[in-house]
């Protein structure tokens, strides 16, 4: 038979187990409890172009493109002329004349020969009957920002009214535009969402807004703004976008905030 001292030790044991048993559930109801209280973000992630803010500078007429007046990369402020062009059609053919004929000469004088001589003097006497100068109109900036050139002079010949004639961009706010697939989450997208992108190379995150949502049976088109860029990053992405051809953005990750949930929800929905 068990000693009084053993009956003591197992009543104290049971009593020890129940207290713990209680304790325990005691927690576990406070955990589910404050999961019901406790919100965590419910967002969407999007891998888009990060890319500066840029306006185009335009003619409305039709224009050859003659010079930039505004080295690429450089500074300008609203009103600024950029790019000097011809707008008259007639002042159009007769410099681009001008032009094919200086470079048609340029070959037949390398040429040995009384054949290329004389078909040389005969462009001499064609480029002799073309004004020396054409009356060349500017196109000014309206905006302040980076002059970006986006085309050769002469080489594009005449451009449509409206074509962009360079590009002005500040880069203390940047941008990413991209297309969302229609999910359940992604049809809570909504114009002044919060937003970060994870800056990858660069360090850090940028912060900024939804600033476009448009939904559609095929996905959700949007655009993201960041402000407040730091200079570092706006440095950086200046050099890239304004040393090559096609801008060479920088593709990011973005998260994009859409809601809250609760953790209990979030918890049993990631449990089915």
Known sequence: MPTERQRWVKRKFVILSEVLGYALASAVFIGVIATLFIHVDVSVKATAELRPICQDVTSAEPFLLVEYLVANGENV??????????????????????????????????????GAAVAAKRLREALAH????????????????????????????????????ALVCEFQTLEMKGRLITTAVAAKLAVGQRARAFAGELGGVLTGR????????????????????????????????????????????????????SLFMEMFRRGK
């Open 130 to 165: 073309l004004p020396l100068s054409e009356d060349f109109e500017t196109i000014t900036t309206s905006y302040p920002g980076f002059l970006r050139h986006i085309h050769v002079p002469w080489e594009d010949g005449v451009l449509p009214g409206g074509t962009a004639a």
């Open 77 to 114: 402020v609203a009103g600024q002329p950029v790019a000097r062009v011809l707008v008259d059609k007639a002042a159009q053919q007769r410099s681009l004349a001008r032009r094919q004929l200086r470079a048609s000469l340029s070959l037949l004088e390398a040429e040995p020969g009384s």
């Open 210 to 261: 939804v600033v476009e949502a448009r939904h559609g049976p095929d996905g959700t088109d949007f655009r993201l703004e960041f402000t407040q860029t730091p200079s570092a990053t706006q440095n950086f992405i200046r050099k890239r976008f304004m040393n090559s051809t096609d801008g060479n953005p920088l593709t990011l990750q973005a998260e994009i905030i859409v809601g809250r949930r």
